[in-house]
């Protein structure tokens, strides 16, 4: 009888185990949450890398651009003719742009920030930084 007992404690100690496993296969899972949020946050630096605008027809296209902080602009020039980019204040301007040269500029701090060209100045753009 005592040979019976130890044989069924021995597959109730098997079953135990099997639930365990169970258990440590739940804390894989949960361990796979940080790596998905390092991808998350791989995505986000991503999307900050660069915006494009373009000079073209005596206008910037878009006029309007919503970014996240920290990406960078690139405008170029797709006109014949000479165009610039001149933030207001002064603290940001280009130089200069002649038919295909660019001009660009990071954007750490969120904000609106408005521009013209100062050749034609009823050129006005304006890029929303987010935070
Ligand atoms: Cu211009």
Request: charged share 10%; net charge negative.
């Amino acid at each position: 009888m005592g040979g019976l007992f130890a044989a069924g404690a021995i597959v109730l100690a098997a079953c135990g185990g099997g639930s365990g496993k169970s258990a440590a296969a739940n804390d894989m899972a949960g361990m796979a949450m940080p790596p998905a949020a390092a991808g998350d946050m791989a995505n986000a630096s991503a999307a900050v890398a660069t915006e494009a605008v373009h000079i073209k027809n005596l206008a910037f296209s878009a006029a309007t651009i919503t970014v996240k902080a920290g990406s960078t602009v690139v405008w170029t020039n797709n006109d014949a003719i000479q165009h610039d980019v001149s933030f207001d204040g002064g603290g940001i301007a280009s130089s200069v742009l002649n038919h295909s040269d660019t001009f660009s500029h990071t954007f750490p701090t969120a904000g609106t920030y408005h521009y013209i060209c100062s050749i034609h100045p009823f050129m006005h753009g304006t890029v929303i930084v987010t935070a």
